[in-house]
């Protein structure tokens, strides 16, 4: 193995074992696995809600804190209806319709 090789090796596993030590992971790693909700706390920033909420099992109280967004759906945005609780809903089939909207409402 040439020198360049080996340092261009130990740049790449470098950058993965960082990745991997601070839990930074992004919408590409949604697709592929499954993460806690805490993980997902952490990367909130870097996600996108949709790609969150369509490949991830979600709690009530993630819903309510973190994919519902009232402003979302005021503001008119044009994917606004992703963040309705009967959206959420269709895609988090586990979850409880009351104990969701009880979380919504109480939050405000």
Known sequence: MKKNDSFLNNKINNKINNKMNMNIIYNSDLLKNKYSEDILIKNINNLSKKI?????????????????????????????????????????????????????????
């Open 52 to 108: 969150i909420l369509n490949t991830q099992t979600l709690s009530a109280e993630f819903c309510a804190n973190y994919i519902f967004c009232i402003d979302d759906i005021d503001d008119g945005d044009e994917e606004s209806y992703l963040f309705d609780i009967n959206h959420i809903l269709r895609k988090q089939k586990h979850l409880d319709k009351e104990y969701l909207k009880k979380l919504i409402w109480n939050k405000k």
